[in-house]
């Protein structure tokens, strides 16, 4: 059993707050407290938690003893969903500066209308992520790309495996620019430790922890709790430290009908000892 918690990062999705009608509602505060009453190591907010303070919340998980991992995550670069423009995205970028979060994660977008399959769609991806990259560069945010699961390309994000974001990483060829490899997505891929392998430390940005239940119910809203399900958490975990990765491990559980609808206290415990029991590179 391990206890320190040091690496172990809350993304509040874990708890509903990214989505209307879903969560117990802590206000920021409490979850920050709830966090650092535990010895977690750090945080990671959506966009629409932070308001008109990023600033103020940053400070206030700095003072509780924790870090600010991220933020999740600019608009979607490409596809049927994307902004015409990139305003969005460049405020995105100037929260994750206010906020003092070293990352800002990048959920890229599906097929771009009126094309098929997803290589095309990928070139303008790179294309936009360079922009990104421009304008990052004036702050100390890096861009981490998440490649999704499959299950996704047509609408959420034509980018679904590391091969294919270190790629586009390769042609944007920005060093503030890297990856972000979560077990939800990439749990099957058995090329992965070789792919984070490449990636290496400047470009693994970090690692976002769930599980996949083997009867999974929504593919959006029915992640497991780490060791419920199917996926080798331990071992990636040990492949990215192997990778040289050394930042913090962020469970993100999207779980509508089962950890979301529980007592947020209830929900922090129980991943603390997941985490202990489950997930920690031996
Ligand atoms: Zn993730």
Redesign the pocket.
């Known amino acids: 059993m391990v206890t320190d918690l040091s690496r172990l990062a809350l993304?509040t999705a874990s708890l509903g707050h990214n989505l209307d009608g879903h969560g117990q509602g802590w206000p920021v505060e409490r979850v920050i407290d709830g966090c650092a009453a535990r010895g977690y190591g750090g945080i990671v907010f959506w966009r629409r938690e932070l308001g008109d303070r990023p600033d103020v919340i940053g400070d206030r998980v700095r003072a509780a003893g924790l870090q600010v991992v991220g933020l999740?995550r600019t608009p979607f670069l490409v596809g049927p969903d994307a902004p015409a423009s990139m305003d969005e995205t460049r405020a995105a970028i100037d929260t994750a500066a206010a906020l003092g979060a070293p990352v800002l994660?990048i959920v890229v977008g599906g097929v771009e209308p009126g094309l098929k399959g997803i290589g095309t769609s990928l070139d303008r991806l790179a294309d936009r992520v360079a922009r990104a990259a421009e304008i990052a560069a004036a702050t100390d945010v890096r861009l981490a790309l998440?490649p999704l699961h499959p299950v996704y390309a047509g609408n959420r994000s034509c980018l679904v495996s590391l091969g294919d974001a270190l790629e586009v990483c390769d042609r944007v060829g920005a060093d503030n620019v890297g990856v972000?490899v979560?077990v939800?997505?990439t749990w099957w891929d058995r090329s992965l430790p070789e792919m984070m392998a490449r990636a290496g430390p400047d470009r693994l940005l970090?690692v976002?922890l769930c599980d996949w239940l083997a009867d999974t119910q929504d593919v959006l809203l029915d992640r497991g709790m780490m060791g419920d399900g199917v996926a080798d958490i331990a071992g990636l975990c040990r492949d990215a430290d192997a990778a040289g990765y050394t930042g913090a491990h962020?469970v993100?559980i999207f779980s509508a009908r089962t950890w979301w609808r529980k007592d947020p206290g209830e929900v922090l415990d129980t991943i603390a000892a997941r985490y202990s029991d489950i997930c920690q590179p031996s």
Do not use: V
Request: net charge negative; with cysteine.
């Open positions: 993304n999740c994660t998440e972000a979560d939800y997505h970090g976002h962020e993100e």
